[in-house]
């Protein structure tokens, strides 16, 4: 049901993660404190003015901030934790449409006791664009490529940028 990582295993975030499994959430990339996740806008994800609803973008930035905060693999002692979101903030740079490959990418920069604060900053490029091989201007190129990103993945440009505060509390 929910997509697998690139090593093939689920992360427990999307095992019975129905909003991501119907946005098409597909995994490149985890590691602690990271994830960069990948989808394509479709019809259905966009507003009556045609392009990416805001929700959408949220609701994408919002998987990789889940993704990034829980362990894929809990260790000893964090099995009955979760990581949830105590805030969050978005700010919608640019518009995203209907066929573009949307990117996200989420990163801790810091954590202390049981809260951490999280940015994700979400690209859209074209489905051509979002291969090492295509480059347009004003997207990113491989060597500039955002911390984390697999190098076979460039993003395009930056449309939003998430912050997410998160808190570990026990799984009820």
Not at 53 to 69: K, N, P, Q, R, V
């Amino acid at each position: 049901m929910a997509e697998v990582t690139i090593s093939g295993d689920t992360h427990p975030v999307l095992k019975d993660d129905y909003a991501s499994e119907w946005m098409g959430i597909e995994v490149l990339a985890l590691d602690d404190g990271h994830a960069t996740i990948r989808m394509a806008l479709r019809q259905e994800m966009l507003n009556g003015f045609g392009m990416a609803h805001g929700g959408m973008i949220f609701a994408f930035g919002d998987t990789a901030f889940a993704l990034a905060c829980n362990p894929a693999s809990p260790g000893p002692g964090e099995e009955g934790n979760i990581t949830i979101a105590s805030g969050v903030d978005i700010n919608f740079i640019k518009p995203a449409f209907r066929g573009q490959i949307l990117t996200a990418v989420a990163n801790r920069r810091a954590s202390t006791g049981r809260s951490g604060l999280y940015d994700i900053q979400i690209y859209a490029a074209a489905p051509h664009a979002a291969t090492p091989e295509a480059s347009t201007a004003g997207a990113l190129t491989a060597a500039t490529l955002p911390g984390g990103l697999p190098a076979d993945v460039l993003p395009g440009e930056l449309v939003a940028e998430f912050r997410g505060r998160s808190r570990t509390i026990s799984k009820k």
